[in-house]
DNA sequence: ATTACATATTCGGAATATCGAATGTCCTAA
DNA sequence: TTAGGACATTCGATATTCCGAATATGTAAT
């Protein structure tokens, strides 16, 4: 089975996307697998650096490549997770701004939807006690 | 119209997932608004810790609150971000292992497309030379 | 006013990330 | 075997992040 990765792997691995030239190299890959060299025309960033980015790339498993010859082909190691992750952070969702009202209906629904899971145990209203505006 | 954020502006919204408390501060989140207070309890963090966590997702306005009273109750600005988000990256795809013949399928599929839509263009046969085995 | 609480900000140091330059490794052609 | 190309790795400098301690700010009860 198909263990979900923690709270640290996760972290990890989003640290792997937040970078603008490994973001640029995934974009790159998603339309096919690369060499370094072709990267390097492509990007603007040197060698070397290229080189280190796709090493932190490698150790995210989001990369992985195939020699051929002298030329490592890249490739994308989780295609589909890299291809919704661009998707996601391009989609540009609207940023939502709340009422003091809204928030307080939205603590009663979730403490009542609380009260009705904990219908058997004893005492659940440990609240602790609001102030008056 | 909505614009498209940039490569930069992705990395930063990036960078403000990727750490474990802020996660976890998301993920609780996911279940309703709440305090400083709360999360204290929630979390295995510091009062003033948590306070600068929230200042990074609020720069990123992936949080923001609304006063009640001396309280603080922080929500979701982007709820459907951050659902899909940790949804994305719990989702555990499986890694992919592609073998020197399927990387040099890729690259020909890859250009005969662009052929096709160089069709009008003179020259299309720029690939640099491949060596032999 | 004073006090207490809830939360934010500032500061300093440790840990980590980033990048260029130099160097190393591997492969192939001559 | 030597030379050159394609990459990777190491190193040192700079920048950024992270966290705890201390301190500041704002609100409300007394």
């Known amino acids: 089975?198909?263990?979900t990765p923690d709270a640290r792997t996760t972290a990890e691995l989003l640290k792997a996307f937040s970078h603008t030239t490994r973001l640029?190299?995934?974009q790159e890959l998603l339309d096919g697998p690369k060499c370094?060299?072709?990267m390097e025309e492509l990007l603007p960033a040197r060698q070397a650096n290229i080189s280190q980015h796709l090493a932190v790339l490698r150790?995210?498993?989001l990369v992985d490549y195939a020699q051929d010859g002298s030329l490592r082909c890249y490739y994308l190691a989780r295609p589909e997770l890299v291809k919704d992750m661009l998707a996601l952070v391009g989609r540009?969702?609207?940023?939502?701004k709340r009422t003091p009202a809204e928030i307080q209906a939205d603590k009663e629904r979730l403490a009542k939807a609380k009260a009705?899971?904990?219908q058997a145990s004893a005492r659940q209203g440990v609240r602790?006690?609001?102030v008056k505006r």
């Open 116 to 118: 009705r899971s904990n």
């Open 128 to 130: 602790r006690p609001r």
């Open 92 to 96: 540009g969702d609207a940023v939502v």
């Open 36 to 38: 370094v060299t072709d």
């Open 59 to 61: 150790h995210a498993h």
């Open 24 to 26: 640029a190299i995934l």
């Open 1 to 3: 089975m198909p263990t």
